[in-house]
């Protein structure tokens, strides 16, 4: 079945560092691929999403590029934030959009010390 | 953006006992909402997807006597889990679907419920 597998945690860097955040999957047919965060005491927010190979998704500086032929979508910041502490996602679903049925990876913890 | 709701944010029950959680959209209307339940350092599962006016649709190995899920409006569904044991306890997490059924609708997360059996 459809699966996937990210980096465990804590990742924890100083601020303004880089971040990748590695990411793969295994799945039948063609997958959307998505990152999600969960900030302290909130619900898991969207943070981008890629619907088809080669495609990048951006925001807030965070960029992840869907790999077909690695089968992975890694999550890179270049600058990181104490605000970007949080809990990171690494999903994919067999739809176009995260309305689909969602796979979720087991998530890593990030911090940022100042 | 959009928010969703649960209620309670955690609870502790004795074994035996049931126990109902709420979530709640409280900006949209939602046909769809989503049931996750999530173990310390793993994944989200999802458990069911409930669909309002209808029966949820369980995922292979969800017990749907023990989890029982109503859909009666647009913006609440409910998770009961009944004769809970201590093997339930965990992080459950409710998400609503927003929009028309199209590639564009978006799933929103609520905050999640822990819920502990003694």
């Known amino acids: 079945g459809n699966s996937v597998t990210q980096m465990e945690g804590p990742v924890t860097l100083s601020e303004e560092a880089f971040l990748t955040i590695n990411c793969t999957y295994t799945?039948?047919?063609?997958?959307?691929l998505f990152w999600y965060v969960q900030y302290p005491g909130e619900g898991l927010q969207l943070l981008l999403k890629a619907t088809k190979a080669d495609d990048k998704g951006s925001n807030k500086g965070f960029e992840a590029t869907y790999r077909k032929e690695t089968t992975s979508f890694h999550l890179e910041k270049g600058s990181v934030q104490v605000s970007d502490s949080a809990v990171y996602f690494c999903?994919?679903?067999?739809?176009?959009?995260?309305?689909?049925?969602?796979?979720f990876g087991s998530g890593t913890r990030l911090s940022i010390r100042p | 953006g959009a928010v969703v709701s649960q209620h309670p944010s955690w609870v502790i029950c004795k074994s035996g006992t049931s126990v109902k959680i709420e979530c709640r959209s409280l900006?949209?209307?939602?046909?769809?909402m989503f049931w996750y339940r999530q173990f310390p350092k793993q994944s989200l599962m999802l458990m069911a997807t409930s669909n309002e006016g209808s029966k949820a649709t369980y995922e292979q190995g969800v017990e749907k006597d023990k989890f029982l899920i109503n859909h009666a409006s647009l913006t609440l569904s409910t998770l009961t889990v009944t004769s809970a044991h201590p093997e339930d306890s965990s992080f459950y997490i409710c998400s609503a679907r927003r929009g028309s059924g199209g590639a564009s609708d978006t799933q929103y997360f609520g905050p999640g419920t822990r819920l502990t059996v003694l």
């Open positions: 900006d949209f209307q939602a046909t769809t």
């Open positions: 799945a039948t047919g063609y997958p959307s």
């Open positions: 999903a994919l679903s067999e739809g176009y959009s995260s309305a689909s049925k969602i796979i």
